[in-house]
């Protein structure tokens, strides 16, 4: 993969809004476009928002066929939300009319096909602006008029191949056999037509129920023969290679040309959270949306595996993350908020972002939080952030330094104890939820005002801390990598448990596949080069002064529809949709 700055291909100007003032948009007085991200993929359409300093928010599917949506709530989410999935093409230009940055992924499963051979078939988004039967509408034409051998595309699970031995979920979808070239062709070139719509081009695709096909699959143990073993460990070996090999066929088909920028390849794998299903085939992909990521936080070993997960597959190998929580914030208790929150700016890079509650139109405070961005890269091992504690799966004390703070974790089930260098104000936050028809935003505070004072601090089991310099944020829209910042434990910064900052720099983020990390910046606030993409090497040391800023329950995870509301009504709006969640153990 090819990792670069992004430059926007226009002049993007400033958002037409039908009554809200500048004020009102996130981050607080930060000018619209969003600064664009350093580490991400050449070509995009357009360019990933860096989240180094900012939270923002990524939402499912905010069309007005799914859920009310009046004009005031329309001109919060593109001031508000950084975008969105599985939506026509009419709604998300009228999302860039106000703002033309606003992203959107179009949905397709990630292996599987909705058979209208199959009983009670059901409908999906089949077009740009169509609601039909995927089968019907789109893959048995393909196949006929490619002259192409139809069962070749399905996966089996004996031979010779049949209709009989197809293996199948519930859904209903058969499962598609991810290494035949009568499938890649025609996924493509479907995703290729669906994306690429002359008005403005989608940001990528999003991938569902992207975990490895054992939950709930048909016939039982239908592995046994093609991954030449019955166990689930038989199974993941034969998977991840297939499932890798696949992603990249698809990043390569996506690459720019032909017409069409760079689409990004963005798989559900669910909360990576199960203890066979190490995800390999995430090298592959531009990224994870982990899904139901709230089932990550309920015990030390969960939050192990999805966290170091995360790191190694997904923000150390500068790709996106989309963290999805499914419940709404006011359904959390305060402590799962915090620790869902901390979580995210403990793995998090320039290129994650997260919701909570789906696609509903909320917000809470802690999205505000700012610490004035993280200092380094996230590592690939996630033990590398420990200061306290076994680790692993009993968990352990986890600290991100930050420009003007820092974030503590702590995933185990016993208090830690962590030095404090100087006085720090920890964030404490309460209140937010849905925002009103005319743009009302919920009831909700967040302060800096209790005081830690420097020296020995016992962060409780399970729970976080966020803290902050006394002195506050830098002004807004500054991020790591100006003379400004020294950062905790650099040049002017608060101290802390960090290495430098960004007023000593350090070096490259870890390459990514085949990819060499970037030498140490030197200088007064350089950075190092970026991570390696796919077979390339990282950029070279940053100058002086002048370097850029850079198995427990879990969900299986497709957001469907329930069959009978699928009428189109002319060939742009589809009837209301009932959400369902697969949900696997």
Same mark, same amino acid.
């Given at each position: ?484 910042? %020294?950062? @905790? =434990? &650099? +040049? /002017? $910064?608060?101290? !802390?448990?960090?290495?430098? #900052?960004?007023?000593?720099? *350090?070096? %490259?983020? @870890? =390459? &990514? +596949? /085949? $990819?060499?990390? !970037?030498?140490?910046?030197? #200088?007064?606030?350089?950075? *190092?080069?970026?991570?390696? =993409? ?52």
């Amino acid at each position: 993969m090819q990792w670069g700055r992004f430059l926007p291909f226009a002049a993007l100007g400033l958002l037409t809004l039908s009554g809200h003032a500048w004020a009102d948009s996130h981050p607080p007085g930060v000018t619209y476009p969003l600064k664009p991200a350093v580490l991400q993929p050449d070509g995009l359409a357009q360019p990933l928002p860096s989240t180094r300093r900012y939270v923002l928010v990524w939402k499912d599917q905010l069309a007005d066929a799914v859920i009310s949506i009046s004009a005031a709530q329309k001109d919060f989410i593109v001031t508000h939300y950084v975008g969105s999935q599985k939506l026509f093409q009419s709604q998300i230009d009228e999302y860039r009319q106000k703002n033309p940055n606003f992203l959107m992924l179009v949905y397709h499963l990630a292996y599987g096909l909705n058979g209208a051979d199959q009983a009670n078939p059901v409908g999906n988004i089949t077009g740009v602006n169509k609601w039909g039967q995927e089968d019907t509408d789109n893959f048995t034409p393909y196949v006929q008029s490619k002259g192409l051998t139809r069962e070749n595309a399905y996966q089996h699970s004996t031979s010779p191949a049949s209709q009989s031995n197809r293996v199948s979920y519930p859904d209903p979808y058969w499962l598609m056999d991810v290494a035949s070239t009568e499938w890649r062709s025609y996924l493509f070139d479907t995703l290729l037509e669906w994306q690429g719509y002359p008005t403005a081009k989608a940001t990528g695709v999003f991938l569902d129920v992207g975990f490895p096909p054992w939950y709930s699959y048909q016939p039982d143990g239908w592995w046994a023969e093609p991954a030449g073993g019955a166990s689930r460990q038989a199974l993941i070996a034969w998977w991840n290679p297939r499932a890798k090999d696949y992603f990249n066929a698809m990043r390569a088909a996506f690459a720019p040309g032909n017409g069409h920028p760079r689409y990004l390849v963005i798989p559900n794998p669910d909360a990576l959270v199960d203890g066979t299903d190490e995800p390999e085939f995430l090298e592959g992909t531009d990224g994870a949306f982990t899904e139901n990521w709230q089932v990550a936080m309920s015990n030390p070993g969960d939050w192990n595996l999805s966290a170091r997960r995360v790191c190694k597959y997904v923000t150390s190998a500068a790709k996106v993350w989309m963290v999805d929580i499914t419940q709404a914030g006011t359904s959390l208790s305060q402590a799962d908020r915090e620790m869902i929150l901390g979580s995210f700016l403990l793995l998090r890079n320039a290129t994650s972002y997260i919701m909570l509650g789906g696609g509903d139109i909320t917000w809470y405070p802690e999205y505000e939080i700012d610490l004035g961005g993280y200092e380094q890269e996230p590592p690939a091992d996630l033990e590398s952030l420990r200061v306290a504690g076994d680790g692993a799966a009993q968990g352990g004390l986890y600290l991100r330094p930050h420009v003007r703070g820092m974030v503590l974790v702590n995933s185990s089930a016993s208090a830690q104890s962590y030095t404090l260098p100087s006085a720090m104000k920890r964030a404490v936050w309460s209140g937010g939820g849905e925002v009103t028809a005319d743009g009302t935003l919920p009831s909700q505070t967040l302060t800096y005002d209790l005081d830690v004072p420097a020296g020995p601090l016992q962060v409780p089991a399970r729970s976080v801390m966020i803290l902050r310099d006394p002195a506050g944020a830098p002004p807004p829209g500054e991020e790591p990598g100006s003379t400004q910042d %020294g950062g @905790t =434990g &650099g +040049s /002017g $910064g608060t101290g !802390g448990g960090g290495s430098g #900052g960004s007023g000593a720099a *350090g070096g %490259g983020a @870890t =390459g &990514g +596949s /085949g $990819g060499n990390a !970037g030498a140490a910046g030197t #200088g007064a606030s350089s950075k *190092g080069g970026a991570a390696g =993409g796919a077979g390339a090497s990282a950029g070279a040391a940053g100058s002086a002064n002048a370097a850029a800023s850079d198995d427990s329950g879990g969900c299986g995870c497709r957001t469907g529809r329930s069959r009978g509301v699928a009428e189109m009504i002319g060939a742009v709006l589809f009837a209301a949709v009932a959400l369902r969640r697969r949900r696997r153990r």
